[in-house]
């Protein structure tokens, strides 16, 4: 099995399309590594800056940025610091991954911090809960890898603690608030990526491996009383995330074609798509033109997109009737 070298973890579409809708602006730009997001209590936008340490808050109409935290671990390589943020019991906490000692040997950076989960406390305060990177040298995987802490890229709240991806070892992590660290469920070469849960249930999609072909680019559900994975969808390049919005109805984020520079690079710029999953398991493209996208967020019937370079698109009416006006622009 051919070594994953995932630095950032970003992977023809079997869809239905008519007309769909291609991006041309941004919402806003000017974030550094942004990468993961979620809609806070307040209902406002919350995107990570991996490569500066912050969490910057977005008003979802005007467009309007604050920084929300910071003093968080930045990105030592260009990938990693702060890849998600999440809200439980009103209370922010952020993914941190590729900061560890371990990048030495392998990049020549002298990175020294702790790879796992950090309750935010304050604009400039943090406490790490949980070591996900110590768990990890103490419990390799079976896949191969080459980097011993793993790269982990999005967490997603669940039965009073995190679930968290973790595309380079393969495997989802359950992560308790007291620090407490398991696997969840183990996978194959498959690099999963972004997470969803409804109830029980829990949606995750996987990139594939490089180079990220159409059919190696799922949505798959289980659960802790079906741990086996049950696919939902499938035939999308480079899969990044995966979102209800409106109705229940459920959405895939592809970043699209993979750019081929090295494993772990992302896709070719302008050709991301979001993918309204229909009930035969084949996508329904809603706008496409992405640039690079890494995560989206829905606040009502409006999905907001985030992209590797710093941007956030904002592609209205999403859904369909009688959730939506059905009309996308």
Do not use: C
């Amino acid at each position: 099995m051919r070594v994953k070298r995932v630095l950032f973890l970003l992977a023809v579409l079997v869809v239905s399309s008519t007309a769909p809708f291609t991006v041309s602006a941004q919402f806003v730009s000017g974030l550094q590594g942004a990468s993961g997001s979620t809609v806070g209590p307040d209902g406002a936008l919350y995107v990570t800056q991996g490569a500066i340490g912050e969490i910057t808050r977005i008003d979802p109409w005007t467009g309007d940025m604050t920084t929300f935290a910071s003093g968080l671990p930045a990105s030592w390589i260009g990938s990693g610091g702060a890849v998600d943020v999440a809200f439980m019991d009103g209370i922010a906490y952020a993914l941190v991954t590729l900061v560890a000692s371990d990048l030495e040997p392998i990049f020549g950076v002298p990175a020294d911090d702790v790879v796992g989960i950090y309750r935010i406390d304050g604009p400039q305060a943090f406490s790490i809960i949980a070591n996900i990177g110590e768990f990890n040298l103490a419990n390799a995987p079976a896949t191969d890898f080459f980097i011993p802490t793993g790269v982990q890229y999005s967490m997603e709240p669940f039965r009073g603690g995190f679930l968290v991806t973790d595309g380079h070892l393969n495997r989802v992590l359950w992560v308790r608030l007291d620090g407490e660290i398991s696997e969840f469920n183990v996978f194959g070469n498959i690099v999963p990526t972004g997470l969803e849960v409804h109830g029980n249930t829990v949606y995750m999609s996987q990139a594939g491996p490089a180079p990220h072909e159409p059919e190696n680019g799922i949505v798959w559900s289980f659960g802790p009383q079906e741990l086996t994975p049950r696919q939902v969808a499938s035939g999308a390049r480079l899969l990044v995330d995966v979102e209800f919005g409106l109705g229940r109805t459920l959405y895939a984020l592809a970043q699209g074609q993979w750019n081929g520079a090295f494993e772990g690079s992302p896709a070719i710029p302008n050709d991301g798509s979001l993918l309204e999953i229909n009930e035969d398991g084949t996508f329904t493209v809603v706008a496409e033109g992405l640039n690079m996208p890494t995560s989206v967020e829905f606040i009502g019937n409006t999905a907001y997109v985030v992209g590797l370079a710093g941007e956030v698109f904002k592609i209205n009416n999403v859904s369909k009737p009688p959730f939506g006006k059905g009309k996308r622009h």
